[in-house]
């Protein structure tokens, strides 16, 4: 069955730098998501990417984020220049984007660390 | 402003216990309702849906929902709980029809079973 991935799995950075989260939605999914889950608190949409825009945005994602789908397989979120708060795992979601399939896919993951 | 309440932060339960987990939302139009299921170090799964239809969705290993419209509600239920239920269980809400909509989350419910 495909499945939604991400890389890396970890990473640790210190502020200040920039990161960037790799995902590989499934392969004929139109619909492309990021979200962040805080340790202890819920999950939380960031942003919505479809035909190569954004389409919704939450209050989080600030200039100091990006999405960008550079080919035809990856989905990427940049974040400038991280922060502490930014720490979190941050979950890829895919969907096929067809009236009655809105379920969306979720990816394993990428767990932040900001030093 | 859309949310999602769970209201059980955690279950303790024996195995072959029933479980009820409640979840309500709050968006008077139409509404598309999951249930994602967190096993300890993995990723978000989906465990079931309701789209339209049957009020009544059954999902994988064993899990129902039952949307009561008037009640703006979406409990899950599972007649007789395993081990390995152990778990996180996120009731979410996509409001709405569209594809890029985001998915509103609850705040989670811990199930614990002890064997």
């Known amino acids: 069955e495909p499945e939604v991935t991400q890389t890396p799995s970890h990473q640790v950075t210190q502020m200040g730098q920039e990161v960037i989260l790799r995902c590989v939605p499934i392969?004929?999914?139109?619909?492309f998501y990021w979200y962040r889950q805080i340790l202890g608190q819920k999950v939380e949409f960031l942003v919505s990417?479809?035909?190569?825009?954004?389409?919704?945005k939450s209050e989080i994602f600030d200039d100091q984020f990006s999405v960008e789908r550079p080919d035809g397989s990856n989905f990427t979120l940049k974040i400038r220049s991280t922060k502490l708060e930014d720490s979190a795992m941050y979950f890829c979601?895919?969907?096929?984007?067809?009236?009655?399939?809105?379920?969306?896919?979720f990816g394993p993951g990428t767990r932040l660390l900001v030093l | 402003a859309q949310s999602v309440s769970q209201h059980n932060h955690h279950v303790i339960l024996s195995e072959a216990a029933s479980l009820e987990l409640g979840c309500n939302y709050s968006y008077g139009g139409t509404v598309n309702l999951f249930w994602y299921v967190q096993y300890p170090g993995q990723h978000l799964q989906l465990l079931l849906k309701y789209f339209s239809g049957d009020p009544l969705v059954k999902g994988i290993k064993g899990f129902e929902a039952e949307f009561i419209k008037s009640k703006f509600s979406f409990n899950l239920r599972k007649p007789s709980v395993q081990w390995s239920d152990t778990a996180e269980y996120f009731c979410?809400?996509?409001?709405?029809?569209?594809?890029?909509?985001?998915?509103?989350f609850g705040s989670g419910t811990r199930l614990s079973i002890r064997p």
């Open positions: 979601a895919s969907n096929e984007g067809y009236a009655g399939q809105e379920t969306q896919y």
């Open positions: 979410a809400v996509i409001p709405g029809y569209s594809s890029a909509s985001k998915i509103i």
């Open positions: 392969s004929n999914h139109l619909y």
């Open positions: 990417f479809y035909n190569n825009e954004i389409s919704e």
